[in-house]
């Protein structure tokens, strides 16, 4: 047998494997194959890559970055679905050491056996953006990739200042990426069928914009900015600063209107507040 999963054999390997999807996993399977396919062409996916998988599931994903990369890592929680996957692979024709399955939790993982270069992913709703801010920060030959995550989840990751829904996501992404959208996905093509919409987010990563040093406290900018978006700058920093005046002047020495909120500001502005703090 080759080819991918079809939605009749994905039923029959849960039950085989008594696995009922999770809320708790954010686990809705992919039993489209075509899907599968676009979302690997989207990731520009090629033979010389080394894909790697977050949160395979059954496999669906797996076996159309098969089809493609010169090897795909998965990183798959639950054991009864890691430990199948291989076999999965091997009846559709692929080459077992293709495919490197690890059974542990992603936000967890420090280091892979091989250097990943695409990220693909059907992140779990609950905890996609925390799972792709960190393996953008851990492995830093991931070069691009495509995530499908919630469609206001993606809204949020994509979305520019000033925008309703422009928060710390979008910048801390940034920090590593350009993201953009790659479309979105039907609801039927999940099973189970979930009450949400999903869409597809495509990065590029870019070069580092400063250090690991810098990194944090900018992300700590970032998180006190956004932890009540209504405020003023001044009054959302004044406990980094030690006050509402003396944040208020360092905004202003860091070329910034302490007026303005932080939904109205880019990663730049973000950075340029960091580097007159750390002064």
């Given at each position: 047998?080759?080819?991918?999963?079809?939605?009749?054999?994905?039923?029959?390997?849960?039950?085989?494997?008594?696995?009922?999807?999770?809320?708790?996993?954010?686990?809705?399977?992919?039993?489209?194959?075509?899907?599968?396919?676009?979302?690997?062409?989207?990731?520009?996916l090629?033979?010389?890559?080394?894909?790697?998988?977050?949160?395979?599931?059954?496999?669906?994903?797996?076996?159309?970055?098969?089809?493609?990369a010169?090897?795909?890592?998965?990183?798959?929680?639950?054991?009864?679905?890691?430990?199948?996957?291989?076999n999965?692979?091997?009846?559709?024709g692929?080459?077992?050491?293709?495919?490197?399955?690890?059974?542990?939790?992603?936000?967890?993982?420090?280091?892979?056996?091989?250097?990943?270069?695409?990220?693909?992913?059907?992140?779990?709703?609950?905890?996609?953006?925390?799972?792709?801010?960190r393996?953008?920060?851990?492995?830093?030959?991931?070069?691009?990739?495509?995530v499908?995550?919630?469609?206001?989840?993606?809204?949020?990751?994509?979305?520019?200042?000033?925008?309703?829904?422009?928060g710390?996501?979008?910048?801390?992404?940034?920090?590593?990426?350009?993201?953009?959208?790659?479309?979105?996905?039907?609801?039927?093509?999940?099973?189970?069928?979930?009450?949400?919409?999903?869409?597809?987010?495509?990065?590029?990563?870019?070069?580092?914009?400063?250090?690991?040093?810098?990194r944090?406290?900018t992300?700590?900018?970032i998180?006190a900015?956004?932890?009540?978006?209504?405020?003023m700058?001044?009054?959302?920093l004044?406990d980094?600063?030690?006050g509402?005046a003396?944040?208020s002047?360092?905004?202003?020495?860091?070329?910034?209107?302490?007026?303005?909120?932080?939904?109205?500001?880019?990663?730049?502005d973000?950075i340029?507040?960091a580097?007159?703090?750390?002064?």
């Amino acid at each position: 047998m080759s080819g991918l999963l079809g939605a009749a054999e994905i039923r029959e390997i849960a039950e085989r494997l008594d696995v009922r999807p999770t809320k708790k996993l954010g686990q809705n399977f992919v039993v489209d194959a075509n899907t599968c396919r676009r979302i690997v062409k989207a990731a520009d996916l090629t033979d010389q890559d080394v894909a790697l998988e977050i949160g395979p599931g059954l496999g669906s994903l797996t076996l159309a970055m098969l089809e493609v990369a010169k090897s795909v890592v998965a990183i798959e929680i639950d054991n009864r679905l890691a430990g199948e996957l291989s076999n999965t692979a091997v009846r559709h024709g692929f080459d077992a050491n293709k495919l490197t399955v690890i059974t542990q939790d992603a936000m967890n993982i420090e280091t892979l056996p091989i250097d990943p270069t695409v990220l693909i992913a059907n992140l779990p709703y609950n905890v996609s953006v925390p799972v792709l801010l960190r393996f953008l920060e851990k492995f830093p030959t991931l070069t691009g990739g495509v995530v499908m995550v919630q469609s206001e989840v993606a809204d949020r990751l994509i979305a520019k200042p000033g925008s309703k829904v422009y928060g710390s996501p979008s910048v801390k992404a940034n920090w590593w990426a350009d993201l953009t959208s790659a479309g979105s996905v039907g609801r039927s093509i999940f099973w189970p069928v979930p009450n949400v919409d999903s869409s597809l987010v495509k990065f590029i990563r870019h070069k580092a914009v400063g250090d690991e040093p810098l990194r944090k406290k900018t992300f700590a900018i970032i998180d006190a900015a956004f932890a009540q978006r209504r405020k003023m700058l001044r009054a959302a920093l004044s406990d980094l600063c030690g006050g509402s005046a003396a944040a208020s002047e360092l905004i202003t020495a860091a070329g910034i209107d302490p007026t303005v909120r932080g939904e109205a500001l880019e990663l730049t502005d973000f950075i340029k507040i960091a580097i007159t703090l750390s002064k």
